[in-house]
C-alpha cells in the first residue's frame, strides 16, 4: 500500500524515519474508540516502534468513506486535514497539545481513502470532567490546580485570537504532575480552533461552552463560577486581555447551552436519558423556563403547529368525555393547557417540580375562568388523595422516562389520583419519526404493546391511542382509572 507523507514543520529526519519504518496499521495496539460519525470503530490506536522516541505516538484514523469527503481531503477541508494543519499551527503557537508529528494518507484509485493522524501520546491523562470528579470538593487544591490551568490556557487562546468551538471536559486533557514536572492540562482535537478570533468574545463563548459540558458531566454551578473567576484572575495578568465578565451571565448562558446539548445528545441516542431529578434541574431559573417555553412552541412553525394540534385534541377529548370535575396536569410546565382545561368552571390543578415554570404558570392562571391552583410536586409522589381528580393529565412527560421503574411510578400514582381517566402522551416507535431514528441508531420511542403493559401494570386499561397528527411520533393514551 501506498502512503504519502504531510510532515509537521520541526520533525528532523531521524524521526522521520523511525515513524516511516515502524508505521504498519495493522500493527497497531488498540485503544478505547470513542463513537464519531467518519471514524472507525478501530479508530484509535498506538503505534509500538523497535527505536526509542521521547513519547508513544498515538494515532487517530479517518475513513473517508464517500467521494465528497475524498475530493475535500484533496482540497485540504477534510475534517482530517483541518485538524492536523490546526494542530500544527497552535504547536507553533506555544499553546499546550500533543506535539503533531505527521498526516499519513493512504491512496487509493479514487484519491485517499483512510487519513493516520500521528500525535505524541499523554500518557496517564485524564479528561478533564474525570479529574474535576475525583479532585473532590471545588476548595481543594488538585481542584483548585486544574480549574486554575484550565483557566489560563482558554485566556492564552483568546489571546492569541483563538476561539475552540468544541471546548469541553473531553477534549481538555488533565496530566498528573511528577517529582519533575508540575500538573499541566493540554487541549486536543484541534479540528474545532478557529483563528483571527475578537478575545474578549472568544473567551466568553469558550468558557460558555466549557461550563456547559461540565454541567451537562454533573459538576454543579460552583465549578463553573470557580472555572469563570480563575478566567477573570488570568485575564488581568501582564499580556492578558481587558475584559469585565458578568459572571451571573455566562453561567445562565452555560446552563442554558447544557439543557440545549442534553436534549440533542438524547435525541440523537448519545446518551441515556436523565433521571426525573435531573430532568427537573434543567429548568433550575426564570430565563431556563422561559426559553423552553418560547424555543418550542413559539420559535419554529413545526412547535407552533404542534402546539396547537395537541391543545385542540385535548380540549375536544375533554369535551367529548364531558369532563366537569377537577382535573390534574402534571408537569403543567408555563400553564399551556390552562385554557382547554380550566373552561366552563373546571376546577385546574396545576402540578410542576421546577418553581420557575410554575412562575409561568401562575401567570397564565390569572387569565383564567376557572378555578386554579398550583402546586409544586413531584410526579413520583403527588400530595393529593386517591381519587382526587376526575381526569389526570401528563404531556411531555414519559417520553423522557425511558426506565421502566420511573415510568412505573408516574402511571401508578396516576391510576391512584383519578377516580375517572387518565390521558399520557409517549414517542411512537411506529411513527415516521420513530422509524428514521431506528435507522440512524437512535431513541425511537415506545411499541403500542408496551404502553398496554405498563398500563396494566399500573392497574388502568387503554381506551384509546390518539396520535397527534398524521404519522406523528407524539401519541396520547387514554386510561381508563381503576375503580374505587
Not at 509537521?8 to 474508540?33: C, K
Not at 473517508?64 to 494543519?85: D, K, P, T, V, Y
Amino acid at each position: 500500500m501506498a502512503y504519502r507523507w504531510n510532515w509537521a514543520a520541526d520533525i528532523d529526519s531521524e524521526w522521520r524515519e523511525t515513524l516511516v519504518r515502524a508505521f504498519d496499521p495493522e500493527t497497531l495496539v488498540p485503544m478505547r474508540a470513542v463513537p464519531h460519525r467518519g471514524i472507525s470503530g478501530r479508530g484509535y490506536g498506538l503505534l509500538e516502534t523497535a527505536e526509542s522516541l521521547p513519547f508513544d505516538v498515538f494515532v487517530k484514523m479517518f475513513e473517508h468513506r464517500s467521494l465528497n469527503n475524498r475530493i475535500l481531503h484533496l482540497w485540504g477541508r477534510s475534517g482530517a486535514a483541518r485538524e492536523f494543519a490546526n494542530a500544527v499551527r497552535l504547536h507553533e503557537m506555544g499553546l499546550p497539545i500533543p506535539q503533531p508529528l505527521a498526516l499519513v494518507n493512504e491512496s487509493g484509485n479514487w484519491g485517499c481513502r483512510t487519513c493516520y493522524y500521528l500525535m505524541e501520546h499523554l500518557a496517564g491523562a485524564q479528561p478533564l470532567s474525570a479529574w474535576l470528579a475525583a479532585a473532590g470538593e471545588p476548595a481543594s487544591g488538585a481542584f483548585d490546580a486544574a480549574i486554575r490551568l484550565v483557566a489560563r490556557l482558554l485566556v492564552d487562546l483568546a489571546v492569541k485570537g483563538v476561539w475552540h468551538r468544541d471546548v469541553s471536559g473531553g477534549n481538555l486533557l488533565v496530566l498528573p504532575g511528577g517529582q519533575d514536572r508540575l500538573l499541566r492540562v493540554c487541549l486536543v482535537d484541534a479540528r474545532h480552533a478557529r483563528f483571527g478570533a475578537e478575545p474578549v468574545q472568544a473567551l466568553e463563548q469558550m468558557l460558555v461552552t466549557l461550563g456547559a459540558f461540565l454541567l451537562l458531566d454533573g459538576a454543579d454551578d460552583p465549578v463553573v463560577e470557580a472555572l469563570v473567576s480563575a478566567a477573570a484572575e488570568e485575564a488581568r495578568r501582564p499580556g492578558g486581555v481587558e475584559w469585565a465578565p458578568d459572571g451571573e451571565a455566562i453561567i445562565d448562558l452555560a446552563r442554558k447551552s447544557a439543557a440545549h446539548l442534553m436534549a440533542r445528545e438524547v435525541r440523537k441516542g448519545k446518551r441515556t436519558p436523565e433521571s426525573l431529578d435531573r430532568f427537573a434541574r434543567r429548568y433550575a431559573s426564570v430565563g431556563d423556563a422561559e426559553n423552553y417555553r418560547d424555543r418550542r412552541f413559539g420559535r419554529s412553525r413545526h412547535g407552533r403547529k404542534v402546539d396547537a394540534a395537541e391543545r385542540h385534541l385535548v380540549g375536544q377529548l375533554v369535551d367529548d368525555l364531558s369532563v366537569g370535575g377537577p382535573v390534574l396536569d402534571v408537569p403543567c410546565g408555563a400553564g399551556r393547557l390552562l385554557p382547554a382545561l380550566a373552561s366552563r368552571g373546571r376546577e385546574w390543578v396545576g402540578v410542576d417540580i421546577s418553581a420557575e415554570m410554575l412562575g409561568l404558570a401562575r401567570k397564565a392562571a390569572a387569565k383564567a375562568d376557572g378555578a386554579c391552583r398550583l402546586v409544586i410536586a413531584d410526579a413520583r409522589r403527588l400530595p393529593f388523595a386517591d381519587g382526587r381528580f376526575e381526569l389526570a393529565l401528563s404531556m411531555r412527560l414519559l417520553h423522557r422516562v425511558r426506565t421502566a421503574e420511573e415510568r412505573a411510578a408516574v402511571l401508578r400514582e396516576l391510576a391512584r389520583v383519578s377516580a375517572g381517566w387518565v390521558l399520557f402522551s409517549f414517542y411512537s416507535r411506529c411513527s415516521w419519526r420513530g422509524f428514521r431514528d431506528r435507522l440512524r441508531g437512535r431513541y425511537s420511542g415506545e411499541t403500542r404493546a408496551t404502553i398496554r403493559r405498563e398500563v396494566a401494570e399500573a392497574g388502568m386499561s387503554v381506551e384509546q391511542f390518539l396520535p397527534v397528527g398524521p404519522l406523528a411520533r407524539q401519541t396520547l393514551v387514554l386510561c381508563v382509572a381503576p375503580a374505587r
